[in-house]
């Protein structure tokens, strides 16, 4: 599995599962328990989850998900903008870390940005990372301005940037995105399938059927093929899990970027970052 190198030197892999809407309902927690067993059978080498899924139920299905593994992926977990400040970001820190049986989150985000000052979650950030419990940390939905804002803080390390982007919300490639390429952070695609809203192109489907693929694997293979982005799809469907790591191997030619470009033109202009 490819990865991209973070400020820091850390590597952060390309591709993950995303766990949001799981921990939500006790009906569905083996099921969602299953499918994250599951991904790491397979080889996910990544998870995505945060402190707001489930109020805690997603990190808790993931750290028993996690019992038992012999290799641990990288984790991903958040802090909700409300829990921000100084103090606030190290108490949730320690509670993920508690729920998901862990010394230590790989890279820690601040899900959004709230009313904190950023430079009081920054230095919390900092604290946590010389302390050992988050080995990197970044930001989730900063549009190109939040992050100019964050570089002045951040002494050359925000790990990443989590954002909506996927074939049909392709904004980030305007401005967000070669900003970031150009400090070498790396974009964390969330929503790549557009929540499945996608799945049901016309232009995605027949390609996919040219390709002997499915409309989920183009749109994920797509994501993965742009430089510097990393992408966390959620299913809480076995066969789905599978089909979705698929995506990882899947090349696309010229002709067929250029097919989707046309389906889904890229931004002309700036547009604001959408957020799901
Ligand atoms: N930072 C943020 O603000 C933010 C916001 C949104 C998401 N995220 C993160 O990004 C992750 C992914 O985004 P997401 O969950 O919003 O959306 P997504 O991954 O684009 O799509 C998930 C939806 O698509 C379905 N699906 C998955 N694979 C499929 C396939 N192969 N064929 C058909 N349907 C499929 C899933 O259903 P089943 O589960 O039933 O298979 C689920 O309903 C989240 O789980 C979360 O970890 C972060």
Redesign the pocket.
């Known amino acids: 599995m490819r990865s991209c190198k973070m400020p820091s030197g850390n590597e952060m892999p390309v591709f993950g599962i ?4 799981m921990g939500e309902s006790r009906a569905k927690r083996d099921q969602e328990l299953a499918a994250i067993k599951y991904a790491l059978e397979l080889g996910y080498p990544m998870i ?3 402190e707001m899924y489930g109020d805690g139920g997603a990190e808790e299905i993931v750290g028993e998900a996690l019992a038992g593994v012999r290799k641990r992926p990288f984790i991903v977990s ?1 802090v909700y903008p409300h829990n921000a400040s100084r103090s606030g970001t190290i108490a949730a820190c320690e509670r993920s870390l508690k729920r998901m049986k862990l010394e230590r989150i790989d890279l820690y985000l601040l ?2 940005r709230g009313g904190v000052p950023l430079a009081e979650t920054y230095e919390a950030f900092f604290r946590l990372r010389q302390a050992g419990k988050i080995a990197d940390f970044g930001v ?2 900063f549009d190109t301005g939040d992050m100019e804002e964050a570089a002045t803080l951040d002494k050359g390390l925000t790990g990443s940037d ?1 954002v ?1 982007y ?1 074939l049909s919300r392709r904004g980030p490639e305007y401005d967000l995105l070669p900003w970031l390429r150009q400090r070498s952070i790396p974009l964390m695609a ?7 809203r996608l ?1 049901g192109n016309a232009t995605l489907k027949k390609l996919a059927g040219d390709l002997r693929c ?1 409309p ?1 694997q183009l749109a994920l293979a797509w994501v993965l093929a742009q430089p510097g982005v990393v992408t ?6 076995r066969e ?1 899990v599978k ?2 790591l698929g995506a990882v191997d899947l090349k696309l030619s010229p002709d067929v970027r250029s097919e989707l470009d046309r389906a889904f033109p890229p931004p002309k202009r700036k547009q604001a970052l959408g ?2």
């Not at 995303?18 to 809407?21: E, K």
């Not at 966390?232 to 469907?237: D, G, L, V, Y």
């Open positions: 995303g766990t949001w809407r995505d989850t945060a958040k899900h959004w989730s939905n989590q909506l996927c969330y929503s790549p399938l557009d929540q499945g799945l499915t989920a966390i799809p959620k299913s809480m469907t789905r089909e979705n957020m799901l």
